[in-house]
């Protein structure tokens, strides 16, 4: 996985950071569901995910406009409101302006 975007800033990303409840019944489909989705969006640029004892999700975007497309998104509405309801004990989101970026790549 790269972990380089390969845009050229500015552009903005949306740090979502999580824990997750013990019911997980239909999580990883409709994180695959939404992931499929925001490719589509327009502005989507890219997006990079880990999780261990917290989840982070890092989703990069054109403009901040093409963000508040995407979490007013019908189908994505309804995957917010299943994650506050069964899937995640807290999380939290940052929306932040990248200015600069650069990577290394040992390969």
Do not use: N
């Amino acid at each position: 996985m790269s972990l380089d975007i390969h845009h050229t800033p500015p552009y903005y990303a949306v740090i979502f950071t999580s824990t997750q409840t013990d019911f997980l019944s239909g999580y990883e489909e409709m994180a695959h569901e939404m992931e499929s989705l925001a490719k589509i969006q327009p502005g989507y640029l890219g997006m990079v995910s880990a999780r261990s004892q917290i989840g982070i999700t890092v989703s990069y975007w054109a403009t901040l406009r093409d963000i508040a497309h995407w979490k007013s998104q019908a189908d994505h509405l309804l995957a917010q409101q299943k994650g506050k309801s069964d899937w995640y004990k807290r999380y939290s989101v940052q929306i932040c302006k990248v200015e600069r970026a650069y990577s290394f790549d040992k390969e």
